[in-house]
């Protein structure tokens, strides 16, 4: 159930796959309600360590939960020179499926993202008609 990306949500320390407790904070991921862990998540796109972010952008990816899509545009924006988390963002959002949330998020970055390459895979998953 708490797929956790590889770092506690709590306090960020790394964590293994089959850890239930962090060792440096302890809190017990079995815890972490599936709402608790979502927000958790979003928070983590506002760490100052782009791998800290990273594995947030991919867990959020996987979870595919549209609500987060807002708070994935507001990170692939915050570092607009940062076009591998861009493009991870992208990947991100089109696991949301077909949802208006994702489209309008796609959109967003497809037309503002400073970074041509960003804008261009927006673009990309906008046209498929599944958007896998
Ligand atoms: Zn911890």
Redesign the pocket.
Known sequence: MSEHPG???????P?AQEADT??????RMADLSARDYREKLVHALLHPLADVRMRAIIALGLRGEPETADALVKCAMNHPTDVVQGLEIIRSLARMKETEAARTALSLLQARHPAHAVREAAGRKLECSTLE
């Open positions: 770092f506690c949500p709590a306090c960020f320390a964590l962090c060792p440096a904070c302890g809190a």
